[in-house]
């Protein structure tokens, strides 16, 4: 059945040869995502084939303009800078009525871009040196989008970023506590809600106008950077959709919440869960680096805040996801994202006792930026 509607949806995308094989490929917990081998008189040809979670992602086409626009953005900066666009940045293939997507009958929308050759994805970090590329990729993709007319972007997910909005949809979430699993996560609750003053901190400098609203990617996972297997380098940053006009503290702090961490996201052993200084130091370099200087003073003074925000923002969604029965997040495992939950407030809880450190290994790079 599925295979049949991968098969289907795949020939309608302007791909020349024939599908040799597909399989499911990367780990993003949101859309279905496929990699396809074409077969071609000049040999194999590779193509990311994904279907939309239509339940996160409500308006597909907006979506798709938006990264129609961006990309094509991307692909012009990558080019004037003596860059590769076929391989720095996502190319999407047309479907065969010129769109940049296909609709099925059921209504959901999927689309395709090339493979990007020779490269990977990392779900931890196994070698420092992947870690700081990606903190250059990261800083560099919000650097390329500078100066992107941010007000033509559509609000994929509106108030995706919000943590205020965030913890009133948690608050909610316990109140109705439609599966009553609530009683048995305590401990978790009091957790998240203990710290609303946290959640005001960075919103409140975003609405005062200290914090300034850029073109930021807003899932900057690690999983989120391809890495040149020769080189490499952390030459594209994938996952688009999500970009939005948004902070880029927060841009930095979804790294160190995925990246510098010691476990895995949905790890178990909450005894492996810490934030990794020595990781935050080499992402702090490598982000203040791709974003060339254009970092003001109160966001570089807000990069610790940030890391702890995202994760504490992350968790929050995890155990809303885990009250109302896990609809967003996909899980491969019963409680996965209470897992996922508990790791997270592992990690905000170390990030506030290592806090003065991690101000001052930012105070010690802003000065050479
Ligand atoms: C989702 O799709 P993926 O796995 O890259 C989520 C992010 C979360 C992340 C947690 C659109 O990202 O916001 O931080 O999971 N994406 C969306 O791992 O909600
Ligand atoms: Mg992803």
């Not at 999927?110 to 990729?137: G, K, N, P, T």
């Not at 919000?162 to 979430?173: S, W, Y």
């Not at 680096?289 to 003073?297: I, K, P, S």
């Not at 809303?320 to 996909?330: P, R, S």
Request: hydrophobic content about 35%; proline content about 3%.
């Amino acid at each position: 059945m599925e295979r049949e509607r991968i098969l289907e949806a795949a020939g309608h995308f302007d791909m020349e040869g024939e599908i040799a094989e597909y399989c499911p490929f990367g780990s993003g917990h949101i859309n279905d995502t496929y990699r396809l081998t074409y077969r071609t008189p000049q040999g194999e040809r590779r193509s990311i084939l994904q279907r939309m979670n239509r339940q996160v992602f409500q308006k597909p086409e907006e979506l798709m303009e938006n990264l129609m626009g961006v990309t094509s953005w991307l692909k012009k900066k990558i080019r004037e800078q003596g860059g590769d666009p076929q391989r720095e940045t996502i190319n999407l293939v047309m479907g065969r009525d010129g769109k940049p997507y296909w609709v099925d009958a059921s209504g959901d929308y999927w689309r395709m871009s090339l493979s990007i050759e020779h490269a990977f994805c990392y779900d931890q970090v196994e070698r420092e040196e992947d870690f700081y590329e990606s903190a250059v990729a990261f800083g560099n993709f919000q650097r390329l989008l500078a100066d992107y007319p941010a007000h033509t972007l559509h609000e994929t997910i509106p108030d995706f970023h919000n943590t205020v909005d965030r913890f009133h949809k948690l608050q909610r979430a316990i109140q109705a506590d439609p599966l009553g699993r609530a009683a048995g996560v305590q401990k978790e609750i009091s957790f998240a809600l203990e710290r609303e003053e946290l959640a005001h901190v960075l919103c409140d400098q975003q609405e005062r106008g200290e914090l300034p609203l850029r073109v930021t990617h807003n899932d900057t996972k690690l999983n989120n950077v391809m890495i040149d297997e020769k080189t490499g380098r952390g030459i594209c940053v994938i996952d688009l959709d999500t970009v939005m006009p948004g902070l880029a503290v927060n841009d930095f702090g979804d790294s160190i919440r995925f990246g510098a961490s010691t476990a895995a996201e949905d790890e178990r052993d909450l005894s492996k869960v810490s934030c990794d200084l020595r990781l935050y130091e080499v992402y702090v370099k490598g982000f203040m680096e791709g974003c060339g200087g254009a970092l003001t003073d109160r966001e570089m003074e807000m990069l610790p805040m940030g890391a702890i925000l995202m994760t504490y923002e992350c968790g929050i969604r995890f155990l809303t996801d885990y009250l109302e029965g896990d609809h967003y997040f996909k899980i491969s495992r019963e409680g996965q994202n209470l897992d996922r939950c508990r790791t997270q407030f592992c990690l905000v809880k170390d990030m506030e006792e290592k806090l003065p450190r991690m101000q001052s290994i930012v105070e010690q790079y802003r000065k050479t930026v």
